[in-house]
């Protein structure tokens, strides 16, 4: 999961097992949730999103699942490649004043290393 | 269509120093950010626009100016380089606010202030 510091949380597993990634957001006024994905030397690239109306939202071989109660957010990986080696960031949408303006807030990441 | 676009891919300057650093998007897109990466920190939001003409403070603005005069571009100028500059800067572009599927990033500049 997210923590403060200088040193990412990882997270190692083996090829074929479920993976999953955990991140803890602060502002209760975020409507939108995202999680990118990192590969080294590469921007972050967009894995899936979720709002804030909704607990469940599945893609393809990814689930993300939001706890409001506890500003908790997770993304479960299904059968884990080592292409899905890389850092995971969560992100929140900061709304305000009635309007979702273009602030997204990144977490610190996970560093997630599949093992064949 | 090339996406986001950012040149220099690297640059190293002296302390003091000024530069621009440079992003482009072709899709149309109507917000635009920075933000810059340092290890173990994530992503910090420095500055951000949601059209021409329109740009707003993120969460580490000092030391940074920034202008949107067209909807394409959005550069990033360093005043006068300092080592605590030294970071990837990472430029973003969304149609809409960016909880839609959230922003589409460039590659990255690496900027080294020595």
């Known amino acids: 999961g997210e923590s403060v510091g200088l040193h990412l949380p990882t997270l190692s597993v083996q090829e074929g097992d479920n993976s999953i990634i955990n991140c803890a957001y602060s502002?209760?006024?975020?409507?939108?949730f995202i999680w990118y994905k990192q590969e080294s030397g590469k921007g972050p690239q967009f894995i899936i999103d979720?709002?804030?109306?909704?607990d469940k939202r599945q893609g393809q071989r990814v689930t993300v699942l939001l706890n409001k109660t506890v500003k908790h957010l997770s993304l479960q990986i299904a059968a884990t490649q080592p292409g899905d080696s890389a850092v995971y960031f969560c992100?929140?949408?900061?709304?305000?004043?009635?309007?979702?303006?273009?602030?997204?807030?990144f977490g610190q990441g996970t560093i997630l290393t599949v093992h064949p | 269509n090339a996406g986001v676009t950012q040149t220099p891919k690297f640059q190293v300057l002296k302390t003091g120093q000024s530069m621009t650093l440079q992003c482009a998007q072709d899709?149309?897109?109507?917000?635009m950010s920075w933000y810059r990466q340092d290890p173990g920190m994530g992503l910090r939001l420095i500055h951000y626009?949601?059209?021409?003409?329109?740009?707003d403070q993120g969460e580490v603005p000092n030391g940074y100016n920034v202008s949107r005069s067209t909807t394409e571009d959005f550069p990033l100028r360093l005043l006068s380089a300092a080592p605590s500059q030294t970071s990837v800067y990472f430029c973003?572009?969304?149609?809409?606010?960016?909880?839609?599927?959230?922003?589409?990033f460039g590659s990255g500049t690496r900027l080294t202030v020595v």
């Open positions: 973003a572009s969304s149609y809409g606010p960016p909880g839609t599927r959230g922003y589409t």
């Open positions: 502002n209760s006024a975020s409507d939108y």
């Open positions: 626009s949601v059209g021409a003409g329109i740009t």
């Open positions: 899709m149309n897109h109507e917000y």
């Open positions: 979720i709002r804030s109306n909704m």
């Open positions: 992100a929140e949408n900061i709304r305000a004043g009635g309007t979702s303006y273009g602030k997204l807030t």
